[in-house]
């Protein structure tokens, strides 16, 4: 982990309330997991006080790209920042997915929902590098808000979901997931939509990116403990920050 005050290269909406980053940076090539991310101050000096976590969506030739949504303050600043304007970078964090449980000639879903669609790119491009075979199925709430169905299907097949119907099947990445098949999942986005592939059961192997509130995203304010499964009341928790995003389904409470 480090901390860099990373080149904007390109910033750019993508759809709704979306926007692509794209940073240079020495940072990048510390990078190499997908599902790691970054924390990311958005002003200068004190305010806002609070770095922002974001998932690496890419890496590539010195440069990464993280993918947000506008929606405060913090990140309307962001939206603002124009080529060659500078962004304080720590990262990467996190322990990100294990790639490497996909075997050459298996077949993998990758789920995202919404701004957890974005580590799956990265995902997709190393599984199908390694001879996976790759199925991504993204969901969004709606036709403007749904992005990167081109871009993934770079490495497979992709399904989308709309929750209100305007583009692709109407409904939730599950009711795409029910008709499939395959030997791991690996799925980011909302809470709800996580826990609906830990309980359908779909793969025999499955690894769930938890979104959670972060504070410091090393480790040292306990704002993101989760309790793990075989204690849910007791004092066994995992940090969602340094333990985390990424646990095997039925690790953690969520
Ligand atoms: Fe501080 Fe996880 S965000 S311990």
Do not use: W
Request: aromatic content about 8%.
């Amino acid at each position: 982990m480090r901390q860099e005050n990373c080149k904007v290269v390109s910033n750019r909406q993508i759809a709704d309330n979306i926007f692509e980053l794209v940073l240079s940076g020495e940072l990048s090539a510390a990078m190499s997991q997908p599902g790691q991310f970054v924390h990311v101050k958005v002003g200068e000096g004190f305010d806002p006080l609070l770095r922002r976590p974001i998932s690496i969506a890419s890496i590539y030739d010195g440069t990464f790209t993280i993918i947000y949504r506008r929606q405060g303050r913090g990140t309307s600043m962001l939206a603002e920042k124009t080529p060659g304007m500078s962004v304080d970078v720590l990262g990467p964090l996190g322990n990100g997915f294990p790639a490497g449980e996909a075997k050459p000639g298996q077949t993998a879903i990758l789920v995202g929902g919404g701004v957890g669609v974005p580590p799956m790119y990265e995902l997709a491009k190393q599984l199908a590098r390694n001879g996976v075979k790759v199925i991504s199925i993204i969901g969004f709430q709606t036709a403007r808000a749904v992005f990167y169905e081109k871009e993934l299907s770079d490495f497979g097949d992709v399904y989308v979901a709309t929750v209100d119907g305007t583009y692709g099947r109407k409904g939730y990445v599950t009711d795409i997931l029910d008709g499939l098949e395959a030997d791991i999942v690996f799925a980011c986005g909302p809470t709800p939509m996580l826990r609906a592939v830990e309980n359908g059961n779909y793969a025999a192997k499955t690894y769930l990116s938890l979104e959670e509130r972060m504070g410091c995203g090393i480790g040292a304010c306990f704002a993101c403990v989760c309790h793990t499964k075989d204690d849910p009341k007791g004092f066994t928790y995992k940090k969602v920050c340094s333990d985390g995003p990424v646990f095997q389904a039925g690790e953690v409470v969520i």
